[in-house]
């Protein structure tokens, strides 16, 4: 267990990673059509990855035996192959926050996810996986104290700028069925306790089509570095986003973060809007996934796709900027930040 006053962070996705973790599609998961797609599209990010830094791959015990095999013949590579009778694909809500004490040891803390509000069925108690994740060799070496937030249900949803200010929408924490019972207030002072956070900036909303994930921050504003912020406008003022990002942008435009620095927001055209089985897709360019040296960028075949990797040209100079098709991920539900778990370098 972990003391009560230890003082914690939670670092910035782009802060060195000793790997990145990443779960592999079971068949019950996604439509039939749809799996293969995910997969293919889910090998190649994952053989990106490994260009960058190591990758560790839960995998169901049914798809053990091919993943295996997919990467059987291949030597030298960073990958670590973990098997769990895993029930859903998004890492960054089922795997726990790897937070930092001021000593830099690792404190990995979960909460009592409930897969958006039970939209999947579960077979256990729990669509965590961090109690078996304790019992299993961090292959990194670093030693790593696991606890557990009783109160909370969805905190895969948080951006962090690693200096204590969060990042939040009220609609993926407050819902109607996610955190009951629990305030604005009691859900911050939580944040502040248990992720040591010093401000939190609440939106309102998460972005049209994120039926799914409840309105995932990460969909619709992502610090790109401290005091800066990235986010969508709509080029079309009657598209369904075109309110949510103009409060999100007034809300941003008027904070400050944990340091006292006033917010550069920095806007992208939102993708074109793409209709599965007659749904829009919650397509987000500011979905974004850093790894060391490169930063992975969703990109749909869009005629804004190239004015979001120059965005992140600038953003992020010195950086390998890859472009990730990333619409069999949207088309399962979600989008490139949600499939992937950072563990941070000590």
């Known amino acids: ?47 990106t990855i ?71 069925k579960s077979s256990g108690d729990s669509y965590s996986i961090t109690n078996w994740l304790s019992g299993v060799p961090i292959k990194s070496g670093d030693p790593i104290t ?21 990042l939040v929408t009220k609609q993926s924490m407050i819902g109607d069925k996610l955190d009951e019972g629990l305030t604005n207030d009691e859900i911050e002072t939580l944040l502040r306790k248990e992720l040591g956070a010093e401000k939190v900036i609440w939106l309102e909303h998460g972005i049209w089509g994120d039926n799914l994930l409840e309105g995932h921050v990460s969909g619709v504003a992502s610090f790109a570095s401290p005091g800066v912020v990235l986010t969508m406008l709509s080029e079309d003022e009657s598209h369904p986003n075109a309110t949510v990002f103009q409060e999100n942008k007034q809300i941003l435009s008027m904070s400050s973060d944990a340091q006292g620095r006033s917010l550069q927001v920095v806007e992208i055209p939102q993708p074109m809007t793409v209709l599965w ?30 004015i979001a990797l120059n965005a992140y040209e600038t953003l992020f100079p010195g950086h390998d900027i890859i472009a990730i098709n990333a619409l069999p991920f949207f088309r399962n539900g979600g989008g490139l930040h949600s499939l992937l778990a950072p563990q941070p370098t000590v």
């Open 1 to 47: 267990m972990v003391d009560e006053n230890t003082i914690v962070r939670l670092p910035a996705d782009w802060e060195s990673h000793a790997r990145s973790w990443i779960v592999w599609p079971h068949k019950d998961e996604a439509a039939e059509e749809q799996i293969g797609s995910m997969k293919a599209s889910l090998r190649m990010l994952i053989d």
């Open 50 to 120: 490994l260009n960058y830094e190591p990758v560790t791959i839960v995998v169901h015990p049914e798809d053990a035996d091919e993943v295996n095999e997919l990467y059987s013949v291949k030597t030298g590579l960073a990958l670590d192959i973990e098997v769990f009778p895993v029930q859903l694909n998004w890492a960054k809500d089922i795997m726990p926050l790897f937070l930092k004490t001021a000593e830099g040891e690792l404190i990995a803390r979960s909460w009592h996810f409930n897969a958006w509000s039970k939209k999947f």
């Open 146 to 166: 696991f606890d557990c937030i009783d109160e909370l249900h969805g905190l895969g949803s948080i951006q962090s700028d690693g200096e204590g200010t969060l």
């Open 277 to 306: 089985d007659d749904t829009p897709l919650p397509l987000s360019y500011v979905n974004f996934y850093p790894v060391k040296g490169a930063i992975l960028v969703p990109v749909f075949d869009d005629p804004h796709d190239t």
